[in-house]
């Protein structure tokens, strides 16, 4: 699945740069299916390897310019390789009109012509950010996405153990809710997960009981957000006298989302427990781990330590101070 020019150049993400369709209307719906881009520089001359047909081609000052001074001959040898590349589209950088025999060959061969007043570097780097994200692998996941304390969480479990609610509490303490219900989740470079909403019930969340309820509307903007790195998963289960639950914390469990472990999290549910609380503390602890203190890990070498001082062998007794 790729990204079509028309989607770019309709991307209120990249309207900043102000793209300016210039010809090749036809060729709008061509699919773009990598997010490297190329400048071409001397692939033009033909001395290099030839054009990736994937790829956006950037033209700058320098490409302009070199296919300006060629002869009719040598002009015509890199226009036919530029046709036979068919590449999706050619962008024309720094605010430089386009020459004649570029807007005849992407008017007779579909090739949209877009141009930008901003410079190659800055160009490049904002729309390779915005295809690594919409080319990003992803996947839709059932569960509640919040933000506590900068540490993205997000918590599943079994429909009714009770996630919505302990979103609610978390975004009444000041935290803020990402999505409820439906997390889209997408894998950037190198390895980190991003998690949205839909945008059909983006800020929404369902309170048995009390229905359908906008977050935005009722603690306002600074309780949402459009988008978040995930770092800790939560999931909620019901508690079984039977059950194990983790005590000491001295081992990480991780799930695994697009390839990507995080740490994971077995939360039992009873009457009375706060798990909002819990899970505010999970936050804090995930911060702690991430400066380099992990507080379990802390007190077993503690013990350890502790243990190896009572235990001597027979005979040696401790000095005297």
């Known amino acids: 699945m790729g990204v079509s020019v028309k989607e770019l150049f309709e991307a209120k993400e990249l309207r900043e740069f102000s793209l300016e369709l210039m010809a090749g209307e036809k060729g709008l719906g061509k699919e773009i299916t990598t997010s490297r881009i190329q400048k071409p520089g001397l692939l033009l001359t033909g001395l290099l390897e030839e054009l990736h047909s994937d790829r956006l081609q950037i033209f700058g000052a320098a490409e302009i310019g070199y296919l300006k001074s060629l002869t009719d001959e040598k002009l015509n040898e890199s226009l036919g390789m530029l046709e036979r590349s068919g590449v999706p589209a050619i962008i024309i950088t720094r605010g430089i009109e386009p020459p004649e025999f570029l807007f005849s060959l992407c008017r ?3 090739i949209p012509l877009l141009k ?3 410079t190659s570097s800055i160009l490049i780097e ?12 992803s996947i839709t996941l059932h569960g509640v996405l919040v933000d506590v304390l900068g540490i993205g969480i997000m918590m599943i479990g079994k429909s009714g153990i009770g996630k919505s609610e302990c979103a609610l509490d978390l975004v009444s303490r000041g ?3 990402v999505s409820d219900d439906i997390i889209i989740v997408k894998r950037l470079p190198p390895s980190l997960l991003f998690g949205t909403s839909s945008d059909l019930i983006r800020y929404h ?4 009981g009390l ?3 906008n977050i935005k509307d009722l603690y306002g903007i600074t309780a949402i957000r459009e988008k978040k790195q995930m770092d800790i998963v939560v999931e909620l289960v019901k508690w079984e ?3 194990e639950y983790e005590r000491l914390g001295f081992e990480e469990n991780t799930y695994d989302i697009l390839g990507v472990p995080l740490p994971y999290l077995r939360v039992p ?3 009375g427990r706060s798990v909002a609380t819990i899970v505010e503390v999970a936050a804090r602890n995930q911060i702690l781990k991430i400066m380099g203190h992990h507080s379990a890990r802390n007190l077993e070498a503690h013990l350890d330590s502790a243990m190896k001082g009572l235990t001597r062998p027979e005979g040696i007794k401790k000095d005297k101070v």
Request: glycine content about 12%; cysteine-free; charged content about 30%.
């Open 108 to 110: 007779g061969k579909a």
């Open 116 to 118: 930008t007043r901003y």
């Open 126 to 137: 904002g729309i390779t950010k915005y295809l690594e994200e919409r080319l990003a692998p």
């Open 175 to 177: 935290y803020r809710l």
């Open 205 to 208: 969340m369902e309170i048995r």
């Open 211 to 213: 229905g359908i309820v």
């Open 241 to 243: 006298p039977e059950g």
């Open 269 to 271: 549910v009873t009457p």
